[in-house]
């Protein structure tokens, strides 16, 4: 009995076993398989690999290949679209990258991520030669350098020329509609006093005004009818009077005898303005039937003044028209003084506001203009100079110059050639010197930099402070910078001129570097021209 159970269960173990190896196969068949490879471990510098990637996994599964410069330092060209192939019940995907590099040396392509399904593999990583290409200078025609060439500036427009441009369109448009509204005054010239009255009473008679219970509007024109006839034909300030400035210089011009108007013609022209002003000014609403009465007094008070009022001789008439051409030239003078003062108005609001938002300086460059901020906006140069080599942006491209050099630094090198732009005097002064070391020589970079300060000397600096720390650039290469202040001599008025300075030293490739900017003090565009050209300094080292 006992070796029949344990025979059986030998068997259940047996059956347990053998289900679990099946599982087991077949979880892992299900498995994602994903290959890597390169078409070539070795190139030569510019040329392309092909890195592919072939993953075979479920139909359903949800596969995202790397994007993006994921290669470094490869550099991918082009990735390619990825081939679907169904292989029984199962997909297989190939995705193919376009890889290069510049740089000759030995390289390795990193592990890249694959992700199924949120889950990440990584392929393996390949190791690639970058080899030069040969050059056989002996075979190869060689030529001399090719001396710098002048670049002219690009033509730009200062600022403050369209600033007077604005203000110039401002005043052209003000004068434009000054002389159209004038053209159009000369065009429809005004009749006598007493025929423009009628004409006008008439317009207000056929307007709607009454019908529409326009009482203020009716009694504004209306009271204007009559202080302008009055202002033509006896008082040349009726317009601007009040209603009891107007009566009581009528009622002295009767009193003294030179104006025969019926007391019943003045205090109806006084009772008619009164109720105009109470109707504009105090929201009075005279009938209809009191405005048509008032009506009819207007035109019987200008026919009254016209029969008391003799028409002017010929010498009045002349005076008259002297006196209106006067007063036009004054109004339009007048006119002329406001629009300038507008426009100066509108200019003052304008520079206070930028003055409060950007600042006073700023203000100051744009409208007169400033080299060093025009330098840093224009457009920058990327170069490389000399032997070894120095790349650097600069805002105007640097002339190679010849310089004297002092004996100790001529004993260090064999050689410098030397590139700069702008003087020493002006805003800004750009200067690159690089040259060999020579092997024979005790080339110390500290004992280069020491040099400086008698350097500086000798180009007429004084009261010269210097300050030293360790500067590296963009490709890690490191060097020591010295920088400070000091005076020099303005040429024209014989005063100081205050400097900054920053002189950056560099002893790599086997030769010597030397980068120097000099600004005014405290100008802000120097100091940010300064910052670019520091960052943008890359020494190459010439094996590669």
């Not at 949800?62 to 991918?76: H, I, N, R, S, Y």
């Not at 030669?129 to 690009?154: F, H, L, S, W």
């Not at 009528?250 to 104006?259: A, T």
């Not at 086997?510 to 050209?533: C, P, W």
Request: glycine fraction near 4%.
């Amino acid at each position: 009995m006992n070796k029949r159970f344990t025979t059986t269960i030998k068997s259940y173990k047996a059956a347990a076993l053998l289900l679990f190896l099946l599982l087991s196969f077949q979880v892992f068949a299900q498995q994602p398989q994903i290959n890597a490879e390169i078409d070539s471990s070795s190139i030569k510098i510019g040329e392309q690999i092909i890195f592919s990637i072939e993953v075979e996994t479920d139909s359903t599964d949800l596969v995202v290949f790397p994007e993006g410069q994921t290669f470094d330092p490869m550099e991918m060209v082009e990735s390619l679209g990825a081939d679907t192939t169904t292989v029984e019940d199962r997909y297989r995907l190939l995705k193919k990258y376009s890889l290069t590099r510049f740089d000759s040396g030995a390289y390795t392509i990193p592990q890249q991520k694959v992700i199924i399904q949120n889950r990440e593999y990584l392929t393996d990583s390949f190791r690639v030669e970058v080899a030069d290409v040969k050059v056989d200078t002996t075979r190869q025609k060689m030529y001399p350098i090719k001396p710098a060439v002048d670049v002219p500036k690009p033509f730009s427009i200062p600022n403050w020329i369209w600033w007077l441009l604005a203000a110039l369109v401002i005043l052209g448009l003000a004068f434009y509609f000054f002389r159209r509204r004038k053209k159009r005054k000369e065009a429809e010239p005004e009749l006598p006093p007493y025929e423009q009255a009628m004409f006008e009473l008439k317009q207000l008679d056929n307007s709607s005004l009454l019908q529409d219970r326009e009482i203020k509007e009716y009694y504004s024109q209306l009271a204007f009818i009559v202080r302008k006839y009055l202002d033509r034909k006896i008082y040349d300030r009726a317009l601007e009077s009040t209603t009891s400035e107007l009566i009581a210089y009528l009622e002295l011009r009767k009193q003294s005898g030179e104006l025969s108007l019926k007391d019943k013609s003045i205090d109806n022209l006084q009772q008619l303005l009164k109720r105009a002003d109470l109707a504009k000014f105090a929201n009075s609403r005279p009938d209809v039937i009191t405005a048509k009465s008032d009506r009819t007094k207007a035109e019987h008070l200008i026919k009254d003044i016209r029969q008391v009022v003799p028409e002017p001789t010929e010498e009045e008439l002349m005076l008259d028209e002297k006196y209106r051409t006067e007063k036009l030239k004054r109004k339009r003078r007048n006119k002329i003084l406001a629009i300038i003062g507008g426009v100066l108005i509108l200019g003052i609001i304008v520079i206070v506001v930028l003055v409060n938002t950007r600042g006073f300086d700023y203000v100051k460059d744009s409208v007169l203009g400033n080299e060093t901020k025009e330098l840093l906006e224009g457009d920058w140069i990327r170069s490389e100079y000399g032997t070894p080599t120095v790349t650097i942006t600069t805002p105007e491209v640097l002339v190679r110059k010849a310089v004297d050099r002092d004996d100790e630094l001529q004993e260090m090198l064999l050689g410098s050639e030397t590139f700069d732009s702008g003087t020493l005097e002006s805003n800004l002064y750009i200067l690159l010197i690089t040259g060999p070391v020579n092997p024979e020589g005790d080339f110390n970079l500290d004992k280069a930099v020491d040099g400086i300060y008698e350097n500086l000397e000798n180009q007429g600096a004084s009261n010269i402070i210097m300050k030293e720390e360790d500067f590296s650039t963009i490709n890690n290469a490191e060097g020591i910078k010295v920088f400070g202040t000091f005076n020099l001599e303005n040429p024209i008025t014989g005063g100081p001129i205050q400097k900054e300075y920053a002189i950056l030293n560099f002893g790599e490739n086997g030769g010597f570097q030397q980068v120097m900017v000099v600004f005014d003090e405290d100008d802000e565009y120097a100091e940010e021209i300064l910052q670019r050209v520091e960052n943008s300094i890359e020494l190459k080292n010439q094996s590669n």
